[in-house]
């Protein structure tokens, strides 16, 4: 791999903007601001190398973006409803961010700090120290996320954390695909595939009800592919709620081993994506609210359903839902997670 990196001033910092490129030309470029993917060049059918991914055109317009595009979401990607949760017999209040809950760790969350970072064999790795009580939290959390390119165009990501007190914890890249190429418009005509036979059902502020319910018979059923604008605009409170697909699916047959569970493609592009991970759970978010965000990396407007991201993570306000795998970190234990995202032409 080849690996070169820069420098870009920022209200807060320097930011590191790193880009490993592979044998055969593809690349991907890191930002050390969220421990970001900026952009992903990979061909199509054609052998055409294209961005295929959500990334703004200033490297500092990624502090406090609405979508949070391409970064590490923390220390609770996702939503906690009413911003508080119980451990230990503790009530522990986190600011509310996203109308009545908090949301990927809150306003000042991992996805607006600016990670140490370094180049490690072919590597990127990117560090981060969360204080006790940043943002609510408990605990002095040290994370780790390690970034891989190889040259089969498959980006790997390595999540690693350590707290000294009892925590909890929920890791995921929040990057919107958009296979076509990042300038195209409408991912809708995308298809996906899901190994997900399950869903979590929400109230209208996107907290989880606590059911596990089916998807067959559904909008919410993927376990076929089929393109995202299909049932997008079906009249069912899923789908409603979020004007489009903002939904956390169950992984079937989870157990902690990493698995491909989700498959996104391009027809008219040729290209495609296998997603691999050893969390039990994937977010599943059609960039319904993208109108209004930064300007583009090409220098254009981003609008509505331009991206999709396929967040994989544990479920969301899991907390306070004991029936859901627990996302608490004890004093001395290491978290470890994998996400990989493979293209394909």
């Known amino acids: 791999m080849n690996i070169t990196q820069r420098k870009v001033t920022s209200p807060k910092?320097?930011?590191?903007?790193?880009?490993?490129?592979?044998?055969?030309?593809?690349?991907?470029e890191l930002s050390s601001l969220?421990?970001?993917?900026?952009?992903?060049w990979v061909p199509d059918k054609d052998g055409k190398l294209a961005d295929v991914v959500i990334g703004y055109a200033n490297a500092a317009d990624y502090f406090y973006d609405g979508p949070c595009a391409g970064k590490v979401p923390g220390r609770y990607a996702n939503r906690i409803a009413k911003g508080h949760f119980t451990l230990n017999g503790k009530e522990y209040t986190l600011a509310i961010n996203n109308g009545p809950n908090a949301l990927h760790g809150g306003p000042e969350g991992f996805q607006n700090q600016i990670w140490n970072s370094r180049i490690e064999g072919d590597s990127v790795v990117m560090t981060y120290e969360s204080a006790d009580g940043e943002e609510g939290y408990p605990g002095n959390m040290k994370v780790t996320a390690r970034y891989s390119w190889n040259n089969d165009n498959e980006l790997t990501l390595g999540f690693e954390a350590t707290c000294d007190a009892d925590t909890i914890v929920n890791l995921t890249n929040h990057v919107y695909f958009n296979l076509a190429?990042?300038?195209?418009?409408?991912?809708?005509?995308?298809?996906l595939w899901l190994a997900a036979h399950k869903y979590l059902p929400t109230d209208d502020t996107l907290i989880p009800t606590g059911e596990i319910a089916d998807v067959a018979g559904t909008p919410m059923d993927f376990t076929e592919s089929k393109p995202l604008g299909r049932d997008i605009k079906c009249d069912f409170p899923a789908l409603n709620y979020g004007k489009g697909?903002?939904?956390?699916?169950?992984?079937?047959?989870?157990?902690?081993?990493?698995?491909?569970?989700?498959?996104?493609?391009d027809p008219a592009s040729g290209r495609s994506l296998k997603v691999s991970t050893d969390q039990p759970a994937v977010q599943v978010y059609t960039g319904n609210w993208l109108e209004g965000c930064p300007k583009s990396i090409s220098g254009h407007d981003y609008h509505d359903y331009a991206g999709v991201a396929i967040e994989c993570q544990g479920m969301p306000d899991a907390p306070n839902k004991p029936q859901f795998p627990s996302q608490k970190l004890a004093a001395g234990e290491t978290y470890k997670r994998t996400i990989k995202f493979s293209f394909l032409k």
């Open 13 to 28: 910092g320097d930011i590191t903007i790193y880009k490993i490129t592979n044998e055969t030309g593809a690349c991907v």
């Open 34 to 40: 969220g421990a970001g993917i900026v952009s992903v």
């Open 181 to 191: 190429g990042e300038e195209t418009g409408s991912v809708l005509d995308h298809t």
């Open 245 to 265: 697909y903002d939904n956390c699916y169950v992984i079937d047959n989870w157990n902690q081993e990493l698995k491909e569970i989700a498959v996104l493609a």
